[in-house]
């Protein structure tokens, strides 16, 4: 079935600590979407990628970078300057008509 | 610019009532309006859309929303609550025209009792 796949689904880093989130789509969706969650803040836009090898900052991008080499690749690595990293992440996908289609989301904690 | 405002960051209801869930949005073109769902510790589903046409829109789960231009609203509606409808739902706005981003409402959390 087609869909999204984010790994690991819980993780724990130390701080000072670089971790990378994993997002894998075999939707064959051009545009993809790096949103963070937390209690109450609704979701907040990191970074997307309309196409391969490019890709732009959403409204909080410090202390994030991404890449995309690969139409079904979308990695986010949390940097030791992200101050407040503690957050439920989701990857998400863009249909032909608009909508957002999500994977299952990766809880990152700080210890 | 955009932006959503959703009403209330908790709403309660008892399992049968009416539930209704509201959406105001700010866009300066004509919008894409949406209402997602989600259960806890996962992503979110997509209930319903607007984008053009009809202005009553029906979603899964016997949801419905109403695009109405002159409130700049799009209310959340369900007739009947069921208790598997706990869960938390967000709005979200893009515009209509030219690439666009989501632009989420801090979400409404829908508590249902027996």
């Known amino acids: 079935d087609g869909g999204i796949t984010q790994s690991p689904k819980y993780l724990f880093r130390k701080e000072g600590q670089n971790v990378t989130l994993s997002c894998e789509q075999n939707l064959n969706h051009d545009a993809m979407y790096w949103y963070r969650q937390d209690p109450g803040q609704g979701l907040r836009l990191i970074y997307y990628s309309q196409i391969v090898n490019d890709f732009q900052k959403g409204d909080i991008a410090e202390g994030y970078s991404v890449s995309r080499e690969k139409k079904e690749s979308f990695p986010l690595t949390v940097t030791s300057a992200q101050k407040n990293p503690t957050a439920f992440y989701l990857c998400?996908?863009?249909?032909?008509?608009?909508?957002?289609?999500f994977g299952e989301g990766s809880r990152l904690t700080v210890l | 610019a955009q932006s959503v405002t959703q009403l209330g960051s908790h709403v309660s209801v008892s399992e049968g009532a009416l539930v209704l869930l509201r959406c105001n949005y700010s866009s300066s073109v004509p919008p894409y309006l949406f209402w997602y769902v989600q259960y806890p510790n996962q992503g979110l589903q997509l209930l319903l859309k607007y984008t053009t046409g009809a202005t009553l829109v029906k979603g899964i789960n016997g949801f419905e929303a109403e695009f109405k231009k002159s409130e700049t609203s799009f209310h959340l509606t369900k007739p009947s609550a069921h208790m598997s409808d706990a869960a938390e739902y967000f709005c979200?706005?893009?515009?209509?025209?030219?690439?666009?981003?989501?632009?989420f409402g801090k979400g409404t959390m829908l508590l249902v009792s027996p």
């Open positions: 998400a996908t863009r249909t032909g008509e608009g909508e957002l289609f």
């Open positions: 979200a706005v893009s515009r209509s025209s030219g690439y666009s981003t989501l632009t």
